[in-house]
């Protein structure tokens, strides 16, 4: 069965870092590449970038560049999402997804991961 | 950015009926390979969401199927027949021909 589970709900301050994980399991993990998607509190769903965990190589959205990282462990199967400096605005909910290339369709996806970013 | 616009964004069903929903897309989703690259997801309250149609038309593995998907040129369809009280949740098109990968803005279905 494939699986990806999501490291828990994290609550931070502005200004602190943060990596949230995502870990594949039930099939060839090199062979999908991982999506990340964020929704903000009762909003829809919006695309941040994906990774190929063969060569982490990275496609980011544009609306997300410079602001987090991703990147990938293939030894443990899993995929990281990396903040340096979180905002308030940060504060949502992260979806990992496995993302088939030929298809580029999000055919699994993680049981989300709820960041609150709060003074 | 291609902009999905999806409608209607509450669509109250009785159990039983069927329900349609509209999704339009600003730019041509048709790759040279001949797939139309949009995707129908669904989700249910509280959980993550679950693909339901991919390229287009074809259904997932394990999606009932009460459930399809058509188009024509930019505007995409899915079709639910005989709603089921499970159905409610949230559905989301989705484009990823181009990038930025984008979806509608969700279209909540909701039980009579």
């Known amino acids: 069965e494939v699986q990806l589970v999501q490291s828990g709900g994290e609550v931070k301050k502005p200004g602190e870092s943060l990596r949230i994980s995502c870990q594949g399991s039930?099939?060839?993990?090199?062979?999908?590449?991982i999506t990340w998607l964020r929704q903000m509190p009762g909003k829809g769903l919006e695309w941040m970038g994906n990774i190929d965990p063969r060569d982490s190589y990275v496609d980011y959205s544009l609306s997300f560049r410079g602001h987090v990282t991703f990147s990938v462990d293939q030894s443990i199967s899993t995929v990281y999402l990396n903040w340096s400096g979180l905002k308030a605005s940060d504060s949502a909910i992260y979806y990992c997804?496995?993302?088939?290339?030929?298809?580029?369709?999000?055919?699994?996806w993680g049981q989300g991961s709820l960041v609150t970013v709060s003074s | 950015d291609v902009v999905m616009t999806q409608s209607p964004l509450s669509l109250p069903v009785t159990p039983g009926e069927s329900a349609s929903i509209s999704c339009r897309s600003s730019?041509?989703?048709?790759?040279?390979?001949?797939?139309?690259?949009v995707d129908w997801y669904l989700q249910k309250p509280g959980q993550s969401p679950q693909l339901l149609i991919y390229l287009g038309s074809k259904r997932a593995s394990g999606v009932p199927d009460r459930f399809s998907g058509s188009h024509s040129g930019t505007h995409f369809t899915l079709i639910i027949n005989e709603v089921q009280a499970e159905d409610v949740g949230v559905f989301y098109c989705m484009q990823a021909l181009h990038t930025p990968i984008t979806f509608g803005q969700g279209t909540r279905l909701e039980i009579k």
């Open positions: 730019q041509n989703l048709l790759h040279t390979n001949g797939e139309t690259y």
């Open positions: 039930g099939y060839r993990f090199s062979s999908y590449w």
């Open positions: 997804a496995r993302h088939a290339p030929h298809t580029s369709t999000f055919d699994s």
